[in-house]
């Protein structure tokens, strides 16, 4: 059973049909998002002006070393925030509806979970030790769609199928399960709800290779079969190459390059996603992977200009100067090199 978002909140909460965009291809539209957190040094500025899209059935991978804002990026899009919150505005729009204008009860009972889940980084230490994995897992379903215990338990056999767990796994406790099984129970939680979008943040971290493996084969299968769209976000470029649609590369709280992933990866285009590709090892090539000199900068002390002109093979006076932005041409990189 899946949920048509659209036409859900306007039943709900009465928003006008005029109010609804026309975004019969697009799942998720995110304008100008910023979250920002109070520090005693500062504003913290995790995810600062980030735009992108996501159509329906479609994958898209955010990229960027550890620090960038790629999992802040995740708790703005889903409202998970820290009471240190400084800064928290701009528009996204889930089917249409703009979810930012919601308050956090319209949001939680219709978007969260219903609308867009998430599997958190971790995922396989975020179960309850003391409650068995059926129970954890229809838990969304009983208090999002309304469904009984019974008729839940039902759709979690059903989810378990579908991630690939045996169905006597639902009687077992977390504890009971190896890291790659606890990994599918958390993707089966987020899916029990029947989700357009679920956010995964570092799915395979802490998983050996050939788990790796296995749960990306299973994110590929449930989005053929499933039309599910993912936002993945993680460092490893390998593993999520075989995932994406789109490619999304994050730096210092920003985007900076979007594109196409068949584009992406053969020719990347900013200077800072050339030195990203560059630094993964290549089976059919003689070259040693190379590091990018340098590090981030602080994201509460942020440069003036170019956010990445510090590290920059190619920088020049005027990175230092302005920020640059997406170019009017329709460029998708943020960087004067292709002003």
Same mark, same amino acid.
């Given at each position: ?22 975004? %019969? ?157 606890? %990994? ?156």
């Amino acid at each position: 059973m899946r949920f048509d978002f659209a036409q859900i909140v306007p039943m709900l909460f009465g928003v006008a049909e005029k109010e609804i965009m026309n975004t %019969q291809t697009q799942l998720l539209h995110i304008e100008n998002l910023k979250l920002h957190f109070h520090t005693q040094g500062g504003a913290l500025q995790a995810v600062d002006d980030v735009n992108f899209d996501l159509d329906f059935n479609r994958a898209v991978v955010i990229l960027g070393e550890s620090g960038c804002g790629k999992t802040s990026l995740s708790k703005a899009i889903l409202r998970l925030l820290p009471r240190n919150v400084e800064t928290y505005e701009g528009r996204v729009f889930l089917q249409g509806m703009d979810v930012m204008t919601y308050s956090e009860e319209e949001f939680r009972h219709n978007v969260r979970w219903v609308g867009i889940s998430l599997v958190p980084q971790a995922a396989m230490n975020s179960l309850n030790p003391v409650i068995r994995v059926g129970d954890q897992v229809s838990e969304p379903a009983m208090i999002h769609l309304g469904l009984s215990k019974a008729e839940s338990l039902g759709l979690v056999r059903k989810m378990f199928q579908h991630v690939g767990i045996p169905q006597d796994f639902i009687e077992r406790y977390p504890f009971e399960l190896s890291g790659g099984m606890r %990994q599918r129970v958390a993707l089966a939680m987020a899916l029990v709800t029947s989700p357009s979008l679920i956010v995964l943040d570092e799915p395979t971290s802490a998983l050996d290779l050939l788990t790796q493996a296995n749960i990306m084969n299973v994110l590929k299968r449930i989005k053929q079969e499933l039309g599910t769209s993912y936002i993945l976000i993680t460092h490893d470029i390998a593993t999520s190459s075989e995932l994406a649609d789109e490619v999304a590369i994050m730096y210092a709280g920003q985007i900076v390059e979007t594109g196409h992933a068949k584009d992406f990866f053969p020719a990347p285009l900013h200077p800072y996603s050339q030195m990203l590709m560059a630094s993964v090892p290549r089976l059919r090539s003689n070259s040693d992977p190379m590091f990018i000199n340098g590090q981030p900068p602080s994201l509460i002390d942020l440069p003036k200009g170019c956010r990445f002109a510090a590290r920059c093979p190619y920088r020049f006076d005027k990175c230092d100067e302005e920020p640059p932005t997406f170019g009017k041409n329709g460029s998708k990189v943020k960087c004067w090199l292709y002003e």
